[in-house]
T-cell receptor
Framework: AQKITQTQPGMFVQEKEAVTLDCTYDTSDPSYGLFWYKQPSSGEMIFLIYQGSYDQQNATEGRYSLNFQKARKSANLVISASQLGDSAMYFCAMREGPFAQAGTALIFGKGTTLSVSS | DTEVTQTPKHLVMGMTNKKSLKCEQHMGHRAMYWYKQSAKKPLELMFVYSLEERVDNYSVPSRFSPECPNSSLLNLHLHALQPEDSALYLC????????????FGSGTRLTVV
């Protein structure tokens, strides 16, 4: 079974509009972290935002916010006021286990391609 | 500029060639990773190193051979690859207690002909 599911292969949005990218996850570990990355056509993975399983509040980083619904195991990324430069592939990823455990890799979803038009 | 440096950025190799991919980080991170990204597939984790020791148990074809000479360097040796091995190979590093995530390199785009 997939641990990270991103059901939207592609999303289209106009400049200045908000967009939500969906992510659901599956884990039985009570301690985990959820990450969102942006991958432009250049290939580099750019870290956007992080949510820990024990965090009481939803994470926010500038125009990015994470709608974390623990009971539903969802961690949707909300981008407010979209810009042309936001056009890229977006990946949701999860780390299982506490941070003190060294060498725990991220597991990624298939990604969502976001296209922002003017 | 990324703090994880991967070389080369592009590589074209024949199926009988031997080549190596290099990944270097100078952030003092204790863990390093190799991922393979094929078109329309999720990133596939290939190898994990923590404190220079391999700690994964993923089944990866033996034509891929990782090497971690020191805590800052992670190599991926390639031999007798197949065309389906053509992909973007991404290296990443992480530190314990790193809530900001994992730092990725820009990748090596590999084409096997």
């Amino acid at each position: 079974a997939q641990k990270i599911t991103q059901t939207q292969p592609g999303m289209f949005v106009q400049e200045k509009e908000a967009v939500t990218l969906d992510c659901t996850y599956d884990t039985s570990d009570p301690s985990y972290g959820l990450f969102w990355y942006k991958q432009p056509s250049s290939g580099e993975m750019i870290f956007l935002i992080y949510q820990g399983s024990y965090d009481q509040q939803n994470a926010t980083e500038g125009r990015y916010s994470l709608n974390f619904q623990k009971a539903r195991k969802s961690a949707n990324l909300v981008i407010s006021a979209s810009q042309l430069g936001d056009s890229a592939m977006y990946f949701c990823a999860m780390r299982e286990g506490p941070f003190a455990q060294a060498g725990t890799a991220l597991i990624f979803g298939k990604g969502t391609t976001l296209s922002v038009s003017s | 500029d990324t703090e994880v440096t991967q070389t080369p950025k592009h590589l074209v190799m024949g199926m009988t060639n031997k080549k190596s991919l290099k990944c270097e980080q100078h952030m003092g991170h204790r863990a390093m990773y190799w991922y393979k990204q094929s078109a329309k597939k999720p990133l596939e984790l290939m190898f994990v190193y923590s404190l220079e020791e391999r700690v994964d148990n993923y089944s990866v074809p033996s034509r891929f051979s990782p090497e971690c000479p020191n805590s800052s360097l992670l190599n991926l040796h390639l031999h007798a690859l197949q065309p389906e091995d053509s992909a973007l190979y991404l290296c990443a590093s992480s530190q314990d207690r790193d809530r900001t995530g994992y730092t990725f390199g820009s990748g090596t785009r590999l084409t096997v002909v």
